[in-house]
T-cell receptor, first 113, second 113 residues
């Protein structure tokens, strides 16, 4: 089955710890994205990548880091510098950043305890 | 400023009734508009896409309209079912280099029996 997979579905982190969220796609898509969703808020772009070994900051990149060493993978690290990391994180991919459709993973809910 | 505004913020209807969700945008230059359905705790899934030249597009009980002159779109749901309970997100694609997806905050629809 082609698709985009995020793991884990639920993640708990202690304050001051870094944590990495996984995102893998087998759709052969060039572009990948990370969004954050808070209650009552729209999706906000954290980082995006148009090709391997290249990525750009989105609207709320502070406290986050990413890598794109492989076309299929776009992991997101939530660092201790992110002051309010508890949120629902969504990864998406598309043929290109001009593509009309983004395919989303099922999300990871991160809770800081 | 490129924005996508959705209304109402939330809506409660009885099973079997119809409803209409609204999306107004100020994105320019406009490429296309897509409606997504997001079940609680899941990733968004595309319902319909509309380009500048399209006025109406249907997907089963979902019918989307677009007025590119007034920059308004609506999503009409006919004969609602309990499974329609979800958040509906309007996403506008902008013609430009780099990421071009601008998300509305969504309308939360609750269908009750």
């Amino acid at each position: 089955d082609g698709g985009i997979t995020q793991s884990p579905k639920y993640l708990f982190r202690k304050e001051g710890q870094n944590v990495t969220l996984s995102c893998e796609q087998n759709l052969n898509h060039d572009a990948m994205y990370w969004y954050r969703q808070d209650p009552g808020q729209g999706l906000r772009l954290i980082y995006y990548s148009q090709i391997v070994n290249d990525f750009q900051k989105g609207d709320i990149a502070e406290g986050y880091s990413v890598s794109r060493e492989k076309k299929e993978s776009f992991p997101l690290t939530v660092t201790s510098a992110q002051k309010n990391p508890t949120a629902f994180y969504l990864c998406a991919s598309s043929m290109g950043t001009q593509s009309t459709e983004a395919f989303f993973g099922q999300g990871t809910r991160l809770t800081v305890v | 400023k490129n924005q996508v505004e959705q209304s109402p913020q939330s809506l409660i209807i009885l099973e079997g009734k119809n409803c209409t969700l609204q999306c107004n945008y100020t994105v320019s230059p406009f490429s296309n508009l897509r409606w997504y359905k997001q079940d609680t705790g899941r990733g968004p899934v595309s319902l319909t896409i509309m380009t500048f030249s399209e006025n109406t597009k249907s997907n089963g009980r979902y019918t989307a309209t677009l007025d590119a002159d007034t920059k308004q779109s609506s999503l009409h749901i006919t004969a609602s079912q309990l499974s329609d309970s979800a958040s509906y997100i309007c996403v506008v694609s902008k013609e430009q280099a780099g990421t071009a997806l601008i998300f509305g905050k969504g309308t939360t629809l609750s269908v009750s029996s």
